[in-house]
């Protein structure tokens, strides 16, 4: 959740009534064009054309999934009001659950400030950049500073916050703060975009003291974000090699999951006017889709689509071309099914992709 100063030391997660009225106007815009989609999937395409049907269908669930996804975001800012202060008596934290009256208060005064270890981490903006279509805004890792603050609050409880700054200036006043106050500052090479708030994790980051200066900058595009460079437990760290392993393979597996499914399962399926026309036909569709949708979860590569989807491609005329006695009947429906697939992946990863790229732009 981004927050928001009018200077240096003061922050809160409160939107201006500008960025609320923006939200407001694309969940509108979003849920009167997904409904209108829906309406149309009904009153006009339903029973007549079962193709056009689908599409009307999916586009109309995805735009309404958009808005959904706008609305909870929004939400986020609405329901929690999140402060964070420097003071003269020390780092002060607040946490306000609207919904349920839950409130948390912490202060960390800085004679009790056990050190403060500034390391890396990124936030994702829209950052105008020269294209083919002229100068266009894209999503883009900015490098920030991220903060943990270790120490005993004033309710003698040990604590351990973070805070990210994405302004040098920003950071050359909150340094000097704790200078002042004698608090002890140390610097780590490694990004501590995914560390844990714990003693033990922190305890174990390789830090030195800090010099007053970082290896990296702040505001700076980070084109590759080296996630070997993340600061993790081991157990994480083997958890995420197990899961990077597997990932490679999953778009493979649903690709050539459709090739048995066209040789064996296809021909059983009736066909009129170029489509599959049984329900269970619906089936094989909807797996496919929901599998590679899954697999592209946190995705933020603009041709990640593309590959998987060329895959499927290639995997689904593999199965047409091992068909015995197929006829032009068959490889139409095969056609249609293949289109189906791939054009609401596409449409839906992008949209996405889309849908992320507004947030940034207007939250």
């Not at 030391?9 to 969940?27: C, D, E, Q, Y």
């Not at 735009?63 to 202060?85: H, P, Q, S, T």
């Not at 294209?131 to 894209?138: A, D, H, L, S, Y």
């Not at 296809?266 to 899954?294: C, K, N, Q, R, Y």
Request: charged content about 25%; glycine content about 6%.
């Amino acid at each position: 959740m981004e927050m928001f100063s009018k200077d240096h030391r003061f922050f809160s997660n409160k939107l201006p009534n500008w960025a609320i009225g923006a939200h407001v106007t694309v969940i509108l815009c979003l849920t009167l064009l997904g409904l209108g989609m829906a309406y149309l999937a009904f009153a006009e395409a339903f029973g007549s054309s079962f193709g056009a049907f689908l599409l009307l269908l999916f586009a109309a669930l995805l735009i309404l999934l958009l808005a959904l996804f706008a609305y909870r975001n929004l939400r986020k800012y609405l329901d929690y009001a999140i402060k964070v202060e420097l003071r003269d008596a020390g780092y002060y934290y607040s946490f306000h659950n609207k919904k349920t009256i839950k409130t948390e208060e912490i202060l960390l005064p800085y004679e009790k400030i056990e050190y403060v270890l500034i390391g890396k981490s990124y936030l994702l903006m829209p950052i105008n950049e020269q294209t083919f279509n002229g100068i266009e805004p894209r999503l883009k890792k900015v490098a920030q500073a991220k903060l943990f603050i270790k120490g005993i609050s004033s309710l003698e409880k040990e604590e351990i916050l973070t805070f990210k700054i994405g302004n040098k200036e920003m950071l050359e006043e909150w340094v000097r703060v704790f200078k002042e106050n004698q608090v002890p500052l140390y610097h780590t090479e490694l990004s501590l975009n995914r560390a844990p708030k714990t003693s033990e994790a922190i305890a174990g980051i390789p830090k030195q003291e800090y010099e007053g200066i970082l290896t990296f900058t702040i505001g700076d595009i980070i084109s590759d974000f080296a996630e070997d460079d993340e600061y993790l437990m081991e157990e994480s760290k083997k958890r995420l090699v197990k899961r990077r392993k597997r990932r490679k393979y999953y778009s493979a597996f649903i690709a050539i999951a459709q090739i048995p499914m066209v040789c064996l399962l296809f021909p059983h399926f009736p066909i009129e006017d170029g489509f599959f026309t049984s329900e269970s036909d619906m089936l094989p569709w909807l797996l496919t889709l929901i599998a590679l949708f899954v697999v592209n979860i946190g995705n933020r590569k603009w041709y990640k689509p593309l590959l998987d989807g060329f895959l499927v491609v290639l995997a689904i005329n593999i199965g047409l071309l091992l068909v015995t006695n197929r006829t032009d009947e068959f490889s139409e429906a095969v056609l249609s099914y293949n289109l189906m697939v791939t054009i609401f992946f596409l449409a839906g990863s992008y949209l996405h992709m889309f849908s992320r790229w507004l947030w940034g732009r207007f939250r």
